[in-house]
Nanobody
Framework: QVQLVESGGGLVQAGGSLTLSCVASRIIFSHYVMGWYRQAPGKQRELVATITSGGGANYADSVKGRFTTSRDNVKSTVYLHMNSLKPEDTAVYYC??????????WGQGTQVTVSS
């Protein structure tokens, strides 16, 4: 069974930093585009960042310049480095691994709370 396990969430003050990790198992990690999504209370899940196997990354406008995603294909791990955090970044952050509709997996999520 495919597993994506996120870690690194927590409570941080505005302006602080956190790094999330997502470890994948039972997939050929290098074949997948990895993504980070988030969902705040009462809001739809939104894309935060994606990264291809070769390291090409894209970001939501709301996090550009503050968040960076990276991956280690040997360790089957993707990271989300979050700097200059704002209260509006508060959400549950989810890891996603996707090739297409048939190969599309999600982690259980990790809570990030930014206090003002």
């Amino acid at each position: 069974q495919v597993q994506l396990v996120e870690s690194g969430g927590g409570l941080v003050q505005a302006g602080g930093s956190l790094t999330l990790s997502c470890v994948a198992s039972r997939i050929i990690f290098s074949h997948y585009v990895m993504g980070w999504y988030r969902q705040a209370p009462g809001k739809q899940r939104e894309l935060v960042a994606t990264i291809t196997s070769g390291g090409g990354a894209n970001y939501a406008d709301s996090v550009k310049g503050r968040f960076t995603t990276s991956r280690d294909n040997v360790k089957s791990t993707v990271y989300l480095h979050m700097n200059s955090l704002k209260p509006e970044d508060t959400a549950v952050y989810y890891c996603n691994a996707r090739i297409n509709t048939f190969f599309d997996y999600w982690g259980q999520g990790t809570q990030v709370t930014v206090s003002s």
